[in-house]
């Protein structure tokens, strides 16, 4: 099974910050990697697709980025509701699966 | 618009089978891949399964000796049935459509316990 690897597990950040999520591939997964947003008691919600592809009804301070087996979601200006738990997931390969997750919180 | 919503037991008992269900609206069972994801206390989320556009299935090989992905065009739902369930089992079962999980319903919490 291909691990990704989420870091940080938990991230504190001050409004209007830079803010980077990274998830390692144990394996080549191309462009196969997508990201999720969750907030408490509410389904995951779609964010990034193919790795660098913005969802639609995003806005646009997120964004995506690949790096060899390396992703990385950033949001370049942190607002309120941009806290809760973020996730990875790679379908290259069966199974697919997911990153443990990053909890992000305001300072 | 795009709905999904799942429906499921509540509780259920160590080795018995799961039976949920995802009613959709707003768009054809016949044109999209339907998936289902599990949110476990031990291990997080987990990717089960889907059902392809076509009608045939593929199963995370963790479950796939317990686990049938089904559906029923008509009634626009999505079936998931999963046997010999576990304490470890407990969690919140969602269905999600597509390849990249653009719509999630809002989950169903499943308990496994005597």
């Known amino acids: 099974d291909i691990q990704m690897t989420q870091s940080p597990a938990s991230l504190s950040a001050s409004l209007e910050e830079i803010v980077t999520i990274t998830c390692q591939a144990s394996?080549?997964?191309?462009?196969?990697l997508a990201w999720y947003q969750q907030k408490p008691g509410k389904s995951p919600q779609l964010l990034i697709h193919?790795?660098?592809s913005l969802a639609d009804g995003i806005p646009s301070r997120f964004s995506g980025s690949r790096s060899g087996t390396q992703y990385s979601l950033k949001i370049s200006r942190l607002q309120v509701e941009d806290t809760g738990i973020y996730y990875c997931?790679?379908?290259?390969?069966?199974?697919?699966?997911f990153g443990g997750g990053t909890k992000l919180e305001l300072k | 618009q795009v709905q999904l919503k799942e429906t499921g037991p509540g509780l259920v008992q160590p080795t018995q089978t799961l039976s949920i269900t995802c009613t959709v609206s707003?768009?054809?069972?016949?044109?999209?891949?339907m998936q289902w994801v599990r949110q476990t206390p031990g291990k997080g989320l987990e990717w089960m399964g889907f059902?392809?556009?076509?009608?045939?299935?593929e199963y995370n090989s963790e479950f796939k000796s317990r686990l049938s992905i089904s559906r029923d065009t008509s009634k626009n739902q999505v079936f998931l049935k999963m046997n010999s369930l576990k304490t470890e089992d407990t969690g919140v079962y969602y269905c999600?459509?597509?390849?990249?999980?653009?719509?999630w319903g809002q989950g169903t919490l499943v308990t496994v316990s005597s």
């Open positions: 997931l790679q379908r290259y390969s069966n199974p697919w699966t």
């Open positions: 059902i392809r556009s076509g009608g045939s299935t």
């Open positions: 193919s790795a660098t």
């Open positions: 999600a459509r597509d390849l990249i999980l653009a719509y």
């Open positions: 707003g768009f054809s069972l016949t044109s999209y891949y």
């Open positions: 394996q080549d997964i191309g462009n196969w």
